[in-house]
């Protein structure tokens, strides 16, 4: 089976750094993927990561830790349009089918 | 157009009817996908199409759910009978490929289904 887990909500102030991590235990490992997805909008992508280490871009970076089975996505410099739930997927094996998570609520308070 | 599009937007229906939700992906992409997300949930793959492949059906909750892709384009998701536990949004994407790579998947708006 598939099994990613992620906090399901988070607050942080304007201007911070937020770290959201996500957990997976699938059957297969081909890629990770975050999206955001702001309410009653659909997903957009964020990141991709395949091997371990640190991919970054602007303000936002992802971790991939296969041995582990662990990620994370780290935002920089909060801004108030940064509230949105954050979507991590798991591509389980060579077709590209995504096994989501249930995302993360993300709120930025000022 | 310049992204996915989905149509209807939304769509009421009463228990027991049918329901044909289309999915116009995004030109030159090979790869479409169909997923549904329940309130607060996270996104539930249902199906995939690959060039003329034979879909990938295994996240198809049930028989009353099926879909066609003519042409290689369009992709339409039919729901019979409707049921309540079947009011989602349903979220079609498509992506260049489908065969590893950092091949993103780009989403369209959704149809939000309410099943009364």
């Known amino acids: 089976g598939q099994n990613i887990d992620q906090p399901t909500e988070m607050t942080a102030t304007e201007g911070a750094i937020v770290q959201i991590n996500c957990t997976y235990q699938?059957?297969?490992?081909?890629?990770l993927f975050w999206y955001q997805q702001h309410a009653g909008e659909a997903p957009t992508f964020l990141s991709y990561?395949?091997?371990?280490g640190l991919e970054e871009k602007g303000r936002f970076s992802s971790f991939l830790s296969r041995s582990k089975g662990y990620s994370y996505l780290l935002l920089k410099e909060l801004q108030m349009k940064d509230s949105a739930s954050y979507l991590c997927?798991?591509?389980?094996?060579?077709?590209?089918?995504?096994?989501f998570g249930g995302g993360t609520r993300l709120m930025v308070k000022p | 157009g310049a992204g996915v599009s989905q149509s209807p937007s939304n769509k009421v229906t009463e228990k027991g009817k049918d329901v044909e939700l289309r999915c116009d992906p995004i030109?030159?992409?090979?790869?479409l996908y169909w997923y549904r997300q329940s309130l607060g949930q996270g996104l539930e793959f249902l199906i995939y199409?690959?060039?003329?492949?034979?879909?990938?059906k295994s996240g198809l909750p049930s028989d009353r759910f099926s879909a066609e892709r003519t042409g290689g384009s369009v992709s339409t998701l039919t729901i019979q009978r409707t049921q309540q536990e079947d009011s989602a949004v349903y979220l079609c994407?498509?992506?260049?490929?489908?065969?590893?790579?950092?091949?993103?998947?780009?989403f369209g708006p959704g149809t939000r289904l309410t099943v009364t």
């Open positions: 994407a498509s992506s260049l490929a489908s065969s590893g790579g950092s091949y993103e998947q780009y």
């Open positions: 699938t059957s297969g490992f081909n890629g």
């Open positions: 990561n395949v091997l371990d």
């Open positions: 997927a798991v591509r389980p094996n060579a077709g590209n089918m995504l096994t």
């Open positions: 030109s030159g992409h090979t790869a």
């Open positions: 199409f690959q060039g003329n492949s034979a879909p990938d």
